[in-house]
């Protein structure tokens, strides 16, 4: 089995393995302007986790310099707005967007090198469409990020056939279940690239199937 080590952070940065994709749920009420993730390169606004027994799979510490700007490659999404009236969030296209920004302007980012999807831009497959154009373009000394603002999802069907028992995924904005993109197909989007420095940023407003 191929392993890579994995970056995700909400309020803090932790890395993970290809298949032990960790979504960190945040009700929408808990999701305020400005409570944008920064811990990317150990910067992080919020406050710091708490000490204790790291979780399995979990890997902690310092993320070595990162590559010219050249060599990074970003899939940004945020969905305030969801096909319909009854699922909207708020806030999620604007940590996006600031998220987006702070590549930009704080980090040094190409904006060519960044694909954003915003609410209505963000069906499933332009997700899939977005990760393989990410795919296509990094190589192996390549810094990428995923980063994904939304409604998210668990379940105990196993929903994608790998072997956990319990299942997450994100919610694309059709937000109809038959749209829903597991870990598991996470995972296998990501199996063969390059990269062994992929960060993965979720803040998902959970909702239970
Ligand atoms: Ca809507
Ligand atoms: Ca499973
Ligand atoms: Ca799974």
């Known amino acids: 089995m191929r392993w890579k080590t994995l970056f995700v952070?909400?309020?803090?940065?932790?890395?993970?393995s290809l298949n032990m994709f960790v979504f960190v749920q945040a009700q929408p009420s808990a999701q305020k302007r400005g409570d944008l993730p920064l811990g990317l390169y150990?910067?992080?606004?919020g406050k710091p986790s708490k000490p204790g027994k790291p979780l399995k799979g979990i890997a902690t510490g310092n993320v070595s310099e990162p590559p010219p700007a050249s060599d990074r490659w970003a899939v940004i999404i945020g969905i305030s707005d969801y096909a319909g009236d009854e699922y909207d969030l708020e806030f999620c296209d604007d940590d996006a967007l600031d998220f987006y920004n702070a590549l930009i302007n704080v980090y040094g980012w190409?904006?060519?090198?960044i694909n954003l999807l915003i609410d209505g831009q963000a069906k499933k497959t332009n997700i899939l469409g977005a990760i393989d154009w990410m795919r296509t373009n990094e190589g192996s000394g390549d810094e990428v990020v995923f980063f994904y603002s939304g409604h998210g999802s668990g379940s105990l069907r196993n929903a994608d056939n790998d072997p956990e028992r319990k299942d997450e995924c994100i919610i694309?904005?059709?937000i109809e279940s038959g749209?829903?993109?597991?870990?598991g197909d996470l995972s296998e989007e990501f199996s063969d690239f390059e990269s062994a420095r992929i960060f993965f940023y979720f803040d998902v407003a959970t909702q239970v199937v």
């Open 9 to 16: 952070a909400l309020l803090f940065a932790i890395t993970i």
């Open 42 to 45: 150990g910067t992080s606004r």
């Open 110 to 113: 190409s904006s060519s090198h």
């Open 172 to 174: 694309p904005w059709e």
């Open 179 to 183: 749209y829903y993109i597991w870990d």
